[in-house]
């Protein structure tokens, strides 16, 4: 056997090697293409963690620091708007005491999911109760809210023994984020109004595999929700709703149009209009807003206490309660609630995407839709308006609860989680299966 040279040996090795390592590249592009080739799993449950840059929370620190402030107003009242002390009350406490890591490990501490629907990716917290029969419930938030004002009842709701109440008041929770608002997707094409986000719940509860499910909501919470009534997917037992549109024609009418309010009213159906009469001329500006040119707010995208200042002062009888906060009395909300919801919405950079869904929506908020399916009310005092039972027995055929609270306001769940949670369990108590 002829010996080979070793010069000769390393060009033969060195070719081997090559040929190898071509043939290793050619195999794992094959791979790659072939992986490439296949369909992407879009309905897909991935599993989400909250974990905000460090130099995100810095950089808020810093432009709050730098804010540029206007003189006080002129009133002792706020009937100018937020007032200087109320927000430079909150500025101090953000800058110095909040702690958005806690938030971060509160959102973190429940099971937190991402999935893709009608092409957005979609957040949303999935707590299973360990009930056996617990009832499913899909919540949805509001503006200015998020997923933040569910935190409180998740323990309540998915544990109710632990709670006070028997183990057959138990629900599964789905608590989404409505797109273009904290960290589901924003859309980036027009259409995504209440109708197609309803559509989407629905798509999102038959993917989690649930065959019979109930709904709540409050504000746009409550538009999403009573459009999921409207499709009436046969899985959907019934809703709940804390802001319930049950306006009358006639009353509607008289709003829209400042005309006398009809004659013949309740005290309670006279209330409701008076509060609708005050929000409708002193309470709709930002609205208002949000709905003709959203894209022009950049200022609430580039301000923290822009955006801040914007949020809490959503209606006459929530600001009143959060500024009572900062003003150091105790109310339904802390400091930490109210400024992890606004931090919620600057690192997630929603101030511009979530005002846009003003903008989409075409349904009148407060009239009758036509809902034939079964409805709960819940009528708080500090609402936009404490919708009368005359009315909601109008408005809902099938109403199977209704109850006239003596506290509570925008934020139901937020503000009032125990009186929300009994809410809950009343209200849906007639649909369950019998165990």
Same mark, same amino acid.
């Given at each position: 056997m ?13 070719g081997?090697?090559? =040929?190898?390592?071509g043939?290793? =590249?050619?195999?794992a592009?094959?791979?790659?293409t072939?992986?490439?080739? &296949?369909p992407?799993d879009v309905?897909? $449950?991935?599993p989400?963690?909250?974990?905000v840059p460090e130099?995100t929370?810095?950089? +808020?620190?810093?432009?709050l ?10 009133v002792?009242d ?14 101090? #406490?953000w800058?110095t005491? %909040?702690?958005?890591?806690k938030?971060?490990?509160? +959102?973190?501490a429940r ?5 893709e ?8 917290i999935h707590?299973?109760?360990? %009930?056996?029969n617990?009832?499913p ?8 809210g998020?997923v933040?004002?569910?935190?409180k009842i998740?323990e ?15 629900? %599964?929770?789905? $608590?989404?984020s409505i797109?273009? #608002? ?6 980036t ?7 197609r ?6 798509? +999102?509860?038959k993917?989690?595999g649930y065959?019979?499910y109930?709904a709540?909501?409050?504000d746009w919470?409550?538009?999403?929700t009573e ?6 997917p046969?899985?959907l037992?019934?809703? %709940?709703t ?11 009418r008289?709003l829209k #149009? ?5 004659a013949?009213l309740?005290?309670?159906?006279r209330h409701?209009?008076? &509060? ?5 001329k002193?309470g709709?500006g ?10 022009t707010?950049y ?5 923290p206490?822009g955006?801040?200042a ?8 929530s600001?009143q309660? $959060?500024a009572r906060?900062f003003?150091?009395?105790p109310e339904?909300?802390?400091?930490d ?9 600057w ?10 869904? #003003?903008w ?6 407060f009239?009758?839709?036509g $809902?034939?399916i079964?409805?709960a ?11 009368p039972?005359?009315?909601a027995?109008? =408005?809902?055929p ?8 003596n506290k ?8 009032q989680?125990d009186l929300f949670?009994?809410e809950?369990r009343?209200?849906?108590r ?6």
């Amino acid at each position: 056997m002829t010996r080979m040279s070793e010069p000769s040996r390393r060009t033969v090795l060195a070719g081997t090697a090559a =040929a190898a390592s071509g043939l290793a =590249a050619s195999a794992a592009a094959d791979a790659v293409t072939r992986a490439a080739a &296949q369909p992407r799993d879009v309905s897909a $449950i991935r599993p989400f963690r909250v974990n905000v840059p460090e130099e995100t929370l810095v950089d +808020l620190r810093r432009r709050l620091a730098a804010t540029v402030w206007p003189e006080q107003e002129t009133v002792t009242d706020d009937s100018q708007g937020v007032q200087l002390a109320t927000i430079q009350a909150l500025a101090r #406490y953000w800058a110095t005491e %909040h702690d958005w890591r806690k938030c971060e490990e509160k +959102l973190n501490a429940r099971p937190q999911f991402m999935t893709e629907i009608d092409g957005l990716d979609i957040h949303f917290i999935h707590v299973r109760s360990t %009930h056996e029969n617990a009832l499913p419930m899909i919540v949805t938030h509001g503006w200015p809210g998020s997923v933040v004002e569910q935190l409180k009842i998740v323990e309540p709701l998915t544990n109710p023994t632990a709670h006070g109440a028997n183990a057959s008041d138990a629900f %599964h929770l789905v $608590i989404p984020s409505i797109p273009g #608002y904290g960290f589901s997707s924003k859309p980036t094409a027009t259409g995504w109004d209440p109708v197609r986000v309803a559509r989407a719940w629905t798509v +999102l509860m038959k993917r989690l595999g649930y065959t019979r499910y109930v709904a709540q909501g409050g504000d746009w919470g409550d538009a999403i929700t009573e459009q999921m009534a409207l499709l009436a997917p046969p899985e959907l037992l019934g809703i %709940h709703t804390n802001m319930p549109a049950t306006v009358p024609p006639d009353i509607s009418r008289a709003l829209k #149009y400042g005309e006398p309010a009809p004659a013949g009213l309740s005290a309670d159906e006279r209330h409701a209009y008076d &509060q609708l009469d005050f929000f409708y001329k002193h309470g709709l500006g930002y609205a208002g807003e949000m709905a003709n040119r959203p894209q022009t707010l950049y200022g609430i995208a580039d301000s923290p206490i822009g955006l801040a200042a914007w949020m809490i002062d959503h209606d006459a009888r929530s600001y009143q309660m $959060i500024a009572r906060v900062f003003d150091g009395k105790p109310e339904g909300l802390t400091h930490d609630d109210i400024l992890d919801n606004i931090t919620l919405y600057w690192v997630t950079k929603t101030a511009v995407s979530s005002a846009r869904l #003003y903008w989409e929506n075409k349904l009148a908020f407060f009239d009758v839709k036509g $809902i034939r399916i079964p409805v709960a009310v819940s009528a708080y005092p500090d609402e936009l308006y404490q919708a009368p039972r005359s009315w909601a027995e109008r =408005a809902f055929p099938k109403l199977i609860h209704y109850n006239k609270l003596n506290k509570g306001g925008h934020f139901a769940a937020w503000e009032q989680p125990d009186l929300f949670c009994g809410e809950m369990r009343a209200a849906f108590r007639s649909l369950r299966q019998p165990a």
